[in-house]
């Protein structure tokens, strides 16, 4: 075999992998500028952020074990700029966005339907802890 051959093979055989990946959860995209950012997006049922001067957004898929009315609560202080906790469908429509103002919401949905969850930030300050049950 070729050297372009075991490349092309290479290469197909990762995007396979991160397409497996994302469709699955394990993979976040990342498009952000922050000073600081530390937290956990991969924990089952939550997740919690802390930024500072953050801008952009962080999204991934997540999956429901069951079909069923999920609440979604968001806690935390959010002292400059803002964000948004964006849940869409898998047609990439916003069915679900809170805010520091609007902290929560109920959700129908579908276990065999891919969800994503994006947060979107905004010169953001402060920490939040997002979770669903």
């Known amino acids: 075999m070729s050297e372009f051959m075991i490349l092309a093979i290479v290469f197909i055989s990762m995007l396979v992998l991160f397409y497996f990946l994302w469709v699955n959860g394990y993979m976040i995209l990342n498009a952000k500028r922050a000073l600081l950012f530390v937290g956990s997006l991969r924990g089952k049922n939550k997740c919690e952020v802390s930024f500072s001067s953050c801008?952009?957004?962080?999204?991934?898929?997540?999956?429901?074990?069951?079909?069923?009315?999920?609440?979604?609560?968001?806690?935390?202080?959010?002292?400059?700029?803002s964000i948004h906790v964006i849940v869409e469908n898998k047609n990439k429509e916003t069915i679900l966005d809170l805010t520091p103002e609007i902290k929560t919401g109920m959700l129908t949905v579908d276990e065999k339907c891919?969800?994503?969850?994006?947060l979107k930030f905004e010169k953001a300050d402060g920490k939040i802890k997002l979770q669903w049950d």
């Open 114 to 118: 891919r969800y994503y969850l994006m």
């Open 55 to 81: 801008s952009g957004y962080v999204k991934k898929v997540i999956k429901f074990n069951e079909s069923r009315e999920y609440t979604f609560k968001l806690d935390g202080d959010v002292s400059k700029g």
